[in-house]
């Protein structure tokens, strides 16, 4: 955390910062659809020796050896399920694709690497979309409890942004990208945003509890991408070392 705090006061300051650290600082950013991750991720990844990356678009190679470690797993989830849970298991495939890049990127070049919807995202999504037809299943148990335990041990702290759910809304309507709940009522809106912070605050209880992981939370209803970036990096700066 220290070698943080010398990433965000340069940030702030415009200055460079100096090669102190050893690894990098890895924070994941969460919150509802229209929070202002990735928009927040954008301005980070514009920062010296920042690095943005999340569980999509990763290298074929990643995604390749995850899968086919994922096998037995997979063969349990499904004789367990009596179903073929493809979306679940791809989900599943991404985030162990993700921690095999981290391992390869967290380079001394890299000062801080920004999660956009990284393991807390993917094991809110599996619990939000699969928590009934997973439930059940002592594989994706024993995977939960593994991927907890190893990402733990990874993310140094999680972001988490959230605004009310009219300014939610708003936005998720108003941006040209699509999503699924964008022609929905206000009513429906909301409850999708609140079964994902259901899932979030679950998930990352269970992050912080195994090994001093930090959370912070920022309130994400500025405007402006820039101002909330900002607020991010001089909330950062207030964690303890």
């Known amino acids: 955390m220290s070698d943080l705090k010398y990433l965000i006061w340069s940030a702030l300051r415009g200055t460079?910062?100096?090669?102190?650290?050893?690894?990098?600082?890895?924070?994941?950013?969460?919150?509802?659809a229209g929070a202002?991750?990735?928009?927040?991720?954008?301005?980070?990844?514009?920062?010296?020796?920042?690095?943005?990356v999340s569980i999509w678009g990763l290298?074929?190679?990643?995604?390749?050896?995850s899968a086919v470690t994922l096998l037995?797993?997979?063969?349990?989830?499904?004789?367990?399920?009596?179903?073929?849970?493809?979306?679940?298991?791809?989900?599943m495939i991404r985030l162990g694709a993700l921690r095999r890049f981290l391992a390869?990127?967290?380079?001394?070049?890299?000062?801080?690497?920004?999660?956009?919807?990284?393991?807390?995202?993917?094991?809110?999504?599996?619990?939000?979309?699969?928590g009934e037809r997973l439930a059940g299943s002592a594989a994706y148990q024993r995977w939960v409890r593994r991927t907890l335990a190893a990402w733990a041990g990874v993310l140094d702290v999680i972001v988490r942004l959230d605004a009310p759910d009219p300014v939610l809304a708003q936005r998720i309507r108003s941006r040209e990208k699509p999503h699924m709940v964008k022609h929905l009522s206000d009513q429906e809106i909301a409850a999708f945003a609140a079964r994902f912070r259901a899932a979030f605050?679950?998930?990352?209880?269970?992050?912080?509890?195994?090994?001093?992981?930090?959370?912070?939370?920022?309130?994400?209803e500025l405007a402006h991408?820039?101002?909330?970036?900002?607020?991010?990096?001089?909330g950062l700066a207030t964690l303890p070392t």
């Open 72 to 91: 037995p797993t997979f063969l349990a989830l499904c004789l367990g399920t009596h179903s073929v849970p493809w979306e679940e298991m791809k989900q």
């Open 16 to 32: 460079s910062l100096p090669q102190v650290a050893t690894h990098p600082v890895i924070v994941e950013l969460v919150g509802p």
């Open 59 to 65: 290298q074929l190679r990643f995604v390749s050896w």
């Open 225 to 234: 991408p820039e101002d909330l970036a900002a607020r991010v990096l001089q």
């Open 104 to 130: 390869r990127a967290a380079t001394p070049r890299q000062r801080l690497i920004v999660l956009d919807e990284g393991p807390v995202f993917a094991l809110s999504w599996l619990q939000v979309f699969g």
């Open 201 to 220: 605050a679950a998930v990352i209880a269970a992050v912080t509890s195994l090994n001093g992981t930090q959370q912070l939370t920022v309130s994400a």
């Open 36 to 52: 202002g991750k990735s928009a927040v991720a954008d301005v980070l990844r514009g920062r010296e020796h920042v690095l943005r």
